[in-house]
């Protein structure tokens, strides 16, 4: 059965001129004609819902016809909608009330605007937070400020300066007051439970990538400032680890302003204003941190771990440092690894400690701050060189272990543990 009577076949076999069509033909045709109806139907309702409406339109018709390899129906496509009136005489008939329309109105109207094609365009949105001056994303209302208030900068050749306009960052509520909290708990209670739970959140949660350029121009903003404030620094350099281990942020493109902030606070000359500050923990807190920066993006920035080991080796050896300066820079070194000590260190320890020694003794140096101070560095001294003789110490054992049942095969004869280092050498 269909729901397309015979005889609405038979009228269109008609309106197009077969007037000898047999009754059956037209019940055989119906259901083929209704799947067909509804096949075309259904894919005007795709592009209809494709195009964001709600309402079936006789462009959602054509669009499926073309779908389908069918050409489509031309005609006048008036722009209001249909107008259905009802028959004279007849309550349940209704007709399409169609204007006329003159050739000459048609001709005479203006011709549309010709649809674009769909096409994929890619452009640069923004380069490290500066957006490019192309005509992509340059708004008008920032180009119109640029023209109106702001000079044209030149080189010393006369040549223009391109000026690129920052782009504008939009942050939620949510995210400024996290991170008013967070800085106002890092400055004033360093100490509390409170600014454990936000370090583990800082080390933690997932949506903190767009706070990085504040973080980052905090930290350094802050130490700057508070280089007399032990507690602050320290704080500082805990906010920093906590971010270096959140593994949802992307911070590689902001290691260049943290950088100068953790070398600061691992060998400036003074690091708080008290006696009782312990600034030697924090020096070593730092270097470690320092070592955990180029282990992990040694590999993106090649040039990283020489910069800080050239920085850290420049405040070992020069002698007009301050012990404290000399400190840091030692741990620095060490925390970097055992190579780095035997090429950096060692061959440097001997003057060194001819400079060394005489601070601490008592015959030599009367101030007793100082002599302290030299002996921090010799504790650091004695245990970057006992790192670097417990490495050698490991390879050695390793390759003094007693012989085993494995055995080796070398130019066809068979070698054991034991003898594999005199055949070997043999062989040579």
């Not at 400036?268 to 070593?284: P, Q, T």
């Not at 400690?353 to 560095?377: D, T």
Request: hydrophobic share 40%; aromatic share 8%; glycine share 4%.
């Amino acid at each position: 059965m269909s729901d397309v009577p015979k005889e609405a076949i038979e009228v269109v076999a008609q309106s197009i001129g077969i007037t000898n069509l047999s009754p059956d033909v037209a019940l055989a045709l119906a259901p083929d004609v209704e799947y067909r109806v509804r096949e075309i139907m259904q894919e005007a309702i795709k592009c209809m819902r494709h195009s964001k409406r709600t309402s079936l339109t006789s462009d959602d018709v054509d669009s499926a016809l073309k779908l389908r390899n069918v050409e489509p129906i031309y005609g006048f496509t008036p722009g209001d909608p249909l107008r259905f009136k009802r028959a004279v005489g007849h309550k349940d008939l209704f007709y399409i009330d169609d204007k006329d329309v003159e050739f000459k109105d048609v001709i005479e109207a203006p011709l549309p605007k010709a649809p674009l094609d769909t096409s994929v365009t890619v452009h640069w949105l923004a380069i490290e937070g500066v957006q490019p001056a192309i005509p992509e994303n340059a708004p008008v209302e920032a180009l119109a400020a640029t023209s109106d208030g702001k000079k044209s900068e030149y080189t010393e050749d006369r040549l223009p300066i391109d000026i690129k306009l920052p782009v504008k960052h939009v942050l939620s509520r949510e995210l400024q007051l996290y991170f008013e909290k967070i800085t106002e708990l890092t400055v004033n209670k360093s100490g509390s439970v409170l600014f454990k739970q936000a370090l583990l959140s800082l080390a933690t949660d997932a949506g903190l990538h767009p706070l990085l350029p504040y973080f980052t121009y905090f930290i350094a903003d802050e130490v700057t400032r508070n280089l007399n404030n032990y507690s602050v620094l320290f704080a500082l350099m805990r906010v920093v680890r906590s971010l270096l281990r959140n593994p949802h942020i992307h911070i590689e493109p902001y290691l260049h302003q943290l950088m100068p902030s953790v070398i600061t606070c691992l060998v400036a000359k003074r690091l708080g204003n008290r006696s009782s500050d312990n600034h030697w923990e924090l020096r070593d807190f730092t270097a470690n941190l320092v070592a955990s920066i180029c282990q992990r993006f040694g590999h993106v920035y090649h040039n990283l771990q020489p910069r800080v080991t050239r920085t850290l080796l420049h405040a070992f050896l020069d002698p007009n440092k301050a012990l404290p300066q000399h400190f840091g820079a030692i741990q620095g070194l060490a925390a970097l690894g055992p190579s780095v000590v035997r090429m950096l260190i060692l061959p440097n320890l001997e003057p060194y400690l001819q400079l060394l020694v005489p601070e601490m003794l008592l015959e030599k140096q009367k101030n007793e701050i100082k002599r302290r101070e030299a002996w921090r560095v010799y504790g650091a001294l004695l245990c970057a060189a006992g790192q670097c003789m417990y490495d050698r110490l490991k390879m050695f054992r390793t390759l003094l272990l007693p012989p085993t049942r494995a055995v080796w095969k070398i130019n066809g004869k068979v070698v054991t543990t034991m003898r594999s280092m005199t055949y070997l050498v043999k062989l040579a």
